[in-house]
């Protein structure tokens, strides 16, 4: 059973930044694609960034690309989330991942419903 568990949310300050991991456990990181999403409150789960099982692919959303950078280091079993030049906007509990990868790169990668495995979240808030 794939076991995931976030750390290293917190409060900034606009144009601050976090950088959350997920620690997992009970998988082989070399098959495993994972993600971080977020979700407000009143607003649906959406989906940030995935890295593919070697880290060599990544993908974001338009509001993530240039500010956020997914990574791994499969040796830890541990994802990373750097976040730089955060805004209010950005307020929302974080959510790591995981999902056999898939035979089409990328495909999926920023889609809910493709992922079988989900952390507790930690929560990021960014005040003005």
């Known amino acids: 059973q794939v076991q995931l568990v976030e750390s290293g949310g917190g409060s900034v300050r606009a144009g601050g930044s976090l950088r959350p991991s997920c620690t997992a456990s009970g998988y082989a990181s070399e098959i495993y694609c994972m993600g971080w999403f977020r979700q407000a409150p009143g607003k649906e789960r959406e989906g940030v960034a995935g890295i593919s099982s070697s880290g060599k692919r990544t993908d974001y959303s338009d509001s993530s690309k240039g500010r956020f950078t997914i990574s791994r280091d499969n040796g830890k079993n541990t994802v990373y989330l750097q976040m730089n030049s955060l805004k209010p906007e950005d307020t929302a509990m974080y959510y790591c991942?995981?999902?056999?990868?898939?035979?089409?790169?990328?495909?999926?990668?920023?889609?809910?419903?493709?992922?079988?495995?989900w952390g507790q979240g930690t929560q990021v808030t960014v005040s003005s």
């Open positions: 991942a995981a999902r056999r990868c898939t035979v089409v790169a990328g495909a999926g990668a920023l889609d809910a419903w493709a992922y079988n495995y």
